[in-house]
């Protein structure tokens, strides 16, 4: 019982004391605000590139294109995300009065993308070259096959590969503090500097943390699930 109620008053001296759990909700917010954009930013470059490199496969066309897409993966891919941020925000924009969560935004969108864009060209090249005979028998040119038949089969086959990449984007945002972002980490660690309690503090934002990839990992699931129920039907 004295455990208990010692336990009890440290979670009230580490969160309640001066509100500090508002530090945690401020944070929350910032880090799914982080995300949500990044997602955005991630998709639609990924996609684009996804399509130059694909064009290039099946077609040889967009060299130069495809040059620099490939260029961007490999630098991309090849560094850690906390350095490309810590690049955008101290080298990049250096000179730039700029709000840090527009660069953390830019940062990890740019760094989703390069991810996003393996997975939709896996998912394009996955597609039978059949498929683009149809389109073509059917009178379609390249890009209205690309658009009318091959691009909504590669979707669907894709869609938990790029639920999961949103998953871990989430997490990737945690080394927002790099750049003095108080994100949901961030939070914690300021609780853990005021309180000179390191556990609770960061033992709740793993628990935040973790309590948002289980709900993501589920819904991942549930569409998993349907997409085999509606392969099966």
């Given at each position: ?37 990044a ?32 260029i ?19 080298v990049?924009?250096?000179s ?35 498929q ?7 009178g ?9 038949i ?19 984007l ?9 750049i ?54």
């Amino acid at each position: 019982m004295d455990f208990f109620q010692e336990f009890l008053h440290k979670l009230y001296t580490t969160f309640v004391v001066d509100d500090r759990w508002i530090y945690l909700v401020d944070g929350l917010k910032t880090t799914l605000f982080i995300t949500f954009f990044a997602v955005i930013i991630g998709m639609i470059l990924g996609f684009l590139i996804a399509v130059i490199r694909s064009t290039h496969d099946k077609k040889g066309k967009l060299k130069f294109l495809n040059l620099l897409a490939r260029i961007y993966l490999t630098v991309i891919r090849g560094t850690p995300v906390v350095v490309q941020l810590l690049i955008i925000y101290f080298v990049i924009f250096a000179s730039f009065n700029i709000d840090k969560t527009l660069v953390a935004i830019l940062a990890f969108g740019l760094n989703s993308a390069a991810y996003v864009a393996e997975i939709f060209r896996s998912g394009i090249m996955s597609i039978d070259n059949g498929q683009f005979e149809a389109g073509a028998s059917l009178g379609l040119n390249y890009s209205r096959t690309m658009i009318y038949i091959v691009l909504p089969q590669a979707f669907k086959n894709i869609l938990p590969a790029l639920a999961n990449e949103c998953i871990v984007l989430l997490k990737e945002t945690s080394v927002a503090g790099y750049i003095a972002l108080t994100d949901l980490t961030k939070g914690g660690d300021i609780i853990r500097s005021q309180t000179y309690e390191a556990f609770l503090p960061l033992i709740a934002v793993a628990l935040i943390y973790l309590i948002m990839v289980m709900f993501l990992s589920a819904m991942v699931s549930k569409l998993e699930r349907r997409l085999a129920k509606s392969d099966r039907g």
